[in-house]
């Protein structure tokens, strides 16, 4: 069964930082380009950021740039996403999820893990 | 990278169709035939329905179909079932790698 469950969501301090994790199954990880969408509360889905097969390239949203890294581990089929001087705007569900073989839309998705910036 | 724009909400009867746009710009949905969309049921992570414009993945009943003219493309699920009011999102690939998401819009059944 193709799989992705993410960890790392907590509550974090304005400015703070925090790593999500996403550990991937049930395909061949390092085929796939993979990404992070979010879901403020109440809110609508937002693309974060994309990484290709081998991490040699990633692009982000403009609200993200610069604060935020997304990385991949193909040996341990994980994927991360590094976030940096966090604000409450950043407060949301993390989704991580696959790109379909051929790219450009995303076929499979995890259950979440939940960011929340609060001081 | 401006959201697409959905209508917030849609409604129709069962057994009836309902059709959603998803309008961009020539950078996004009029420039690239990759345009998907997703449903979503309260406090489920999304589910891909359409992708490239209007091909349906496995186990997508065919009552679901997408098209696009120009900058807008759309959706229209036909027979509707109890089981489709959910919220309901475009997607596309747009100019430097970006990607833009819709506003999403909620469908109801009548």
């Known amino acids: 069964e193709v799989q992705l469950v993410e960890s790392g969501g907590v509550v974090v301090q304005p400015g703070g930082s925090l790593r999500l994790s996403c550990a991937a199954s049930?395909?061949?990880?390092?085929?796939?380009?993979m990404h992070w969408v979010r879901q403020g509360p109440g809110k609508g889905l937002e693309w974060v950021s994309l990484i290709n097969w081998d991490g040699s390239s990633t692009y982000y949203a403009d609200s993200v740039k610069g604060r935020f890294t997304i990385s991949r581990d193909n040996n341990k089929k994980s994927l991360y996403l590094q976030m940096n001087s966090l604000g409450t705007d950043d407060t949301a569900l993390y989704y991580c999820?696959?790109?379909?073989?051929?790219?450009?839309?995303?076929?499979?998705w995890g259950q979440g893990t939940t960011v929340i910036v609060s001081s | 990278q401006s959201a697409l724009t959905q209508p917030p909400s849609a409604s129709a009867s069962p057994g009836q169709s309902v059709t959603i746009s998803c309008t961009g710009a020539s950078s996004d949905v009029g420039a690239y035939n990759y345009v998907s969309w997703y449903q979503q049921h309260p406090g489920k992570a999304p589910k891909l329905m359409i992708y490239e414009v209007n091909k349906r993945p496995s186990g997508v009943p065919d009552r679901f179909s997408g098209s696009k003219s120009g900058n807008t493309a759309s959706l229209t699920v036909s027979g509707l079932q109890p089981e489709d009011e959910a919220d309901y999102y475009c997607f596309s690939f747009a100019d430097n790698h970006n990607y833009v998401f819709g506003t999403g819009t909620k469908v109801t059944i009548l």
């Open positions: 049930g395909f061949d990880f390092d085929d796939h380009t």
């Open positions: 999820t696959k790109d379909g073989l051929l790219g450009f839309h995303l076929d499979v």
